[in-house]
């Protein structure tokens, strides 16, 4: 059974940081990249950062650009996002994706529940 869970959501006050992370299970964790997605209310979903299945490349939101860093760890099946800087705005349900691609595209697609994060003073 597939399973992305989110965790580390929260309260924080602007300014101030977060660590999500979303352990992964029933698949092949190293063969996926993940994606860490946000959604926050009358909003469409949008992208926040992306890494590679072994790590070694990473695309970010400009929005969170110099201030979210995402990674991962294939030992643990886990990827990580740090959120620094935190702003209002950045108040949203965070999602973790799981994709695996073939030369012909999306082979394989998994979906986390997401993880509530809110940004106030």
């Known amino acids: 059974q597939v399973q992305l869970v989110e965790s580390g959501g929260g309260l924080v006050q602007p300014g101030g940081s977060l660590r999500l992370s979303c352990a992964a299970s029933?698949?092949?964790?190293?063969?996926?990249?993940m994606s860490w997605y946000r959604q926050a209310p009358g909003k469409e979903r949008e992208l926040v950062a992306g890494i590679s299945n072994i790590g070694g490349r990473t695309n970010y939101g400009e929005s969170v650009k110099g201030r979210f860093t995402i990674s991962r760890d294939n030992a643990k099946n886990t990827v990580y996002l740090q959120m620094n800087s935190l702003k209002v705005e950045d108040t949203a349900v965070y999602y973790c994706?799981?994709?695996?691609?073939?030369?012909?595209?999306?082979?394989?697609?998994?979906w986390g529940q997401g993880t509530q994060v809110t940004v106030s003073s």
């Open positions: 994706q799981a994709v695996r691609y073939s030369d012909q595209g999306v082979v394989s697609e998994y």
């Open positions: 029933g698949f092949t964790f190293s063969r996926y990249s």
